[in-house]
């Protein structure tokens, strides 16, 4: 089944920079790529996710970008707010054909006022 | 437009006890999936279902849980004879049966169960 794997566990940014989370995937057949945001207390939020048929997508201050030669996806969080911080995971099919996703491990992003 | 509803929000349970667990999709979902998640740790995948059927449970432990999605109401995860080690938040999440986007998922706020 796929491994995914997410770099950094912590991250803290000053507010307005930018910030990178990168995650590596194993299985070359997966094929959809979503990231969530959670706060303490509550569920997971989609805020973003790609397909195995683009390399980046755009949405305001958040971008992802996917490399499939190399089987990494990024996060990138441009003019980061304080109310940016939250724990973001990454995630990945289960296997081929599978809906079921499979998680990283986090990133703790902490955005200094 | 109400999301992914789970409730309770907060459970807790004694050893030996059976925790219910439930889950209202989004409307117009008919794909429900369950994951738990331990303290300072990822979500770890349980169980998908459709409506009537269970469609993977690979990661379902093989004793005192089960899940249901009847036809009528919402879908339950149930935990029989709770022990320490099921405390945890279990999360659901729902995604479109069909058309674009059918794999997209979205979580509900989810159940923290307390086991004492």
């Known amino acids: 089944g796929e491994n995914v794997e997410q770099h950094p566990s912590t991250l803290s940014v000053q507010e307005g920079d930018s910030a990178v989370i990168k995650c590596t995937y194993s299985?070359?057949?997966?094929?959809?790529f979503p990231w969530y945001k959670q706060e303490l207390g509550k569920g997971p939020q989609l805020i973003i996710d790609?397909?195995?048929?683009?390399g980046e997508k755009k949405d305001q201050r958040i971008a992802v970008t996917l490399n499939k030669t190399a089987k990494h996806f990024s996060l990138h969080i441009t003019e980061t707010q304080p109310e940016d911080s939250a724990v973001y995971f990454c995630?990945?099919?289960?296997?081929?054909?599978?809906?079921?996703?499979?998680f990283g491990s986090g990133t703790r992003l902490q955005v200094q006022p | 437009n109400a999301g992914v509803m789970q409730n309770p929000r907060h459970l807790v349970r004694r050893r030996g006890q059976e925790a219910r667990l439930r889950c209202s999709p989004m409307?117009?979902?008919?794909?429900v999936y369950w994951y738990r998640q331990l303290p300072e740790e990822g979500l770890k995948f349980m169980v998908y279902?459709?409506?009537?059927?269970?469609?993977?449970e690979s990661g379902m432990p093989k004793e005192r849980f089960s899940a249901e999605f009847p036809k009528e109401g919402p879908s339950i995860l149930r935990i029989q004879q709770v022990v320490r080690g099921d405390s945890a938040a279990y999360f659901c999440?729902?995604?479109?049966?069909?058309?674009?986007?059918?794999?997209?998922?979205?979580f509900g706020p989810g159940t923290r169960l307390t086991v004492l």
């Open positions: 999440a729902s995604s479109p049966g069909q058309g674009v986007g059918t794999d997209t998922q979205y």
């Open positions: 299985d070359s057949a997966s094929n959809y």
């Open positions: 790609i397909r195995s048929n683009v």
């Open positions: 995630a990945a099919p289960l296997g081929t054909g599978r809906r079921a996703l499979t």
């Open positions: 409307k117009g979902h008919s794909h």
């Open positions: 279902l459709q409506k009537e059927n269970i469609i993977d």
